[in-house]
């Protein structure tokens, strides 16, 4: 069966739809406790949670990594309750800022210690939505409808503690205890949605649409509707444009982002503006300064790569040349491996380079390289990486790029061992002898 867009993107769509509804909302009561990053310091210790799972051998998006995160993101909500203080001389979001660092750092330390690592910490940052399953995105569904329903109920109490602490502490609230109530509602909307969409596109999530509307409005319902409408804006964009040029779809949405609320609020600023024609030689300066800019760092970047290469020629020495299988390709990052790798057209070396390559990133991106030259080859080395690679994470690429070149729905589930997909296994080892 051949796979559209809409087979391939739907359920990365919903997903977003989803994050949208209520990180919009939640988004609102950040901006307004001026607590901007306590997404990213919550989606951290949950990543941290994740990791520290990860070292004991439990696998990302298991149930035990899932308790794993939510216990890590309770005790990140009780830290943030107890840290507002009634007269701060210390204000809450450099509590927050810290606690992100440290949360970082010690994923970072827990992470060197675990095989794939790297692979990791790339998964926790850019997530993996677009293999995100329907059944994750029910269970999102249902738990993010129980905090809306939650916060709808204790309303009043939120936004009073969100815009005005003091007249809230005034009235006889428990502020601490409202705020830990808060904050665990929020941690446990932030535990399910760095598993799929990771740290970067959730903290975009939560913040842009809510800065957005605020700049628009100060009613809380238009707020909410301007959020939510831009939030589906950007991400049927985004995943389109991450589809058509095969872009990853996390980190896409969250540059298309950052472009719409650029654009917004440079339009913001013209329309408001005392004096359209100053504001509009301020926007054109800007944009002459930006690119400028672009084309200085474009210059210095090309000049020091003139030199650079320069000096490399004039210091090389007579050396033993080294065979396509023999050189060191494990230090090239990934724009230099694909480019060594668009220079060999000989099936053989490559697949020496792949049974020689040390880990598997490596060998996915050698496994592309011969696809290009002998699919059937090719297939049969992405096959090779789901039968080894102990990585569910990992094993999604793999799958997603084999659905990709056959145009076919395989019922193989990379969450399970190659062993124990044994009518999926059957499927595709039958489309790789047909080619």
């Given at each position: 069966m051949n796979l559209n867009i809409w087979d391939i993107m739907a359920p990365a769509f919903f997903e977003c739809l989803i994050l949208v509804g209520i990180h919009s909302y939640l988004g609102l009561h950040v901006i307004r406790r001026k607590v901007i990053f306590v997404d990213l310091a919550l989606a951290q210790i949950a990543a941290l949670g994740t990791t520290v799972g990860f070292l004991f051998g439990i696998m990302p998006g298991s149930?035990?990594?899932?308790w794993f995160s939510l216990t890590f993101t309770f005790i990140g909500a009780a830290v943030f309750s107890i840290a507002r203080f009634k007269n701060e001389k210390i204000p809450q979001e450099a509590i927050i800022g810290l606690t992100y660092a440290i949360a970082a750092a010690i994923s970072i330390l827990v992470i060197d210690k675990a095989p794939h690592g790297a692979e990791h910490i790339k998964e926790i940052l850019t997530g993996s939505i677009l293999w995100v399953k329907w059944k994750t995105i029910a269970e999102a569904a249902i738990v993010y409808s129980?905090?809306?329903?939650?916060?709808?109920?204790?309303?009043?109490?939120?936004?009073?503690?969100?815009?005005?602490?003091?007249?809230?502490?005034?009235?006889?609230?428990?502020?601490?205890?409202?705020?830990?109530?808060?904050?665990?509602s929020f941690g446990i909307v932030i535990t399910h949605s760095?598993?799929?969409?990771?740290?970067?596109?959730?903290?975009?999530?939560?913040?842009?649409?809510?800065?957005?509307s605020m700049m628009l409005t100060d009613v809380l319902w238009k707020q909410l509707v301007i959020g939510w409408t831009m939030g589906v804006f950007v991400t049927v964009t985004g995943l389109y444009i991450s589809y058509i040029a095969d872009l990853p779809s996390g980190p896409t949405v969250v540059a298309f982002y950052g472009a719409v609320l650029t654009i917004v609020a440079v339009l913001i600023y013209l329309l408001?503006?005392?004096?359209?024609?100053?504001?509009?030689?301020?926007?054109?300066?800007?944009?002459?300064?930006?690119?400028?800019?672009?084309?200085?760092?474009?210059?210095?970047g090309k000049a020091f790569h003139a030199e650079d290469s320069h000096m490399h020629e004039s210091s090389v020495v007579t050396l033993p040349v080294k065979s396509e299988s023999q050189k060191d390709i494990s230090t090239m990052n990934e724009n230099e491996l694909k480019s060594y790798l668009a220079k060999i057209s000989d099936?053989?070396?490559?697949?020496?380079?792949?049974?020689?390559a040390g880990d598997d990133f490596t060998k996915l991106k050698i496994a592309e390289r011969i696809l290009t030259i002998d699919k059937k080859a090719g297939a049969r080395k992405l096959v090779e990486l789901l039968k080894k690679s102990p990585f569910p994470f990992f094993r999604s690429e793999v799958f997603e790029k084999?659905?990709?070149i056959s145009h076919k729905k395989f019922t193989y589930n990379p969450e399970k061992s190659f062993e124990e997909n044994k009518k999926g296994a059957k499927e595709i080892?039958?489309?790789?002898?047909?080619l």
């Open positions: 149930a035990g990594a899932y129980l905090v809306g329903i939650f916060h709808f109920i204790f309303r009043k109490k939120f936004i009073l503690i969100s815009e005005n602490p003091e007249k809230a502490e005034a009235s006889g609230m428990n502020v601490r205890f409202w705020d830990f109530l808060f904050y665990v760095v598993g799929t969409a990771g740290v970067l596109l959730v903290f975009v999530f939560l913040v842009v649409p809510a800065i957005t408001r503006a005392e004096s359209r024609k100053k504001a509009l030689t301020n926007i054109g300066l800007g944009l002459g300064v930006t690119i400028l800019i672009v084309w200085g760092i474009s210059l210095m099936e053989k070396k490559l697949s020496e380079l792949f049974n020689n084999l659905k990709k080892t039958a489309w790789i002898n047909s």
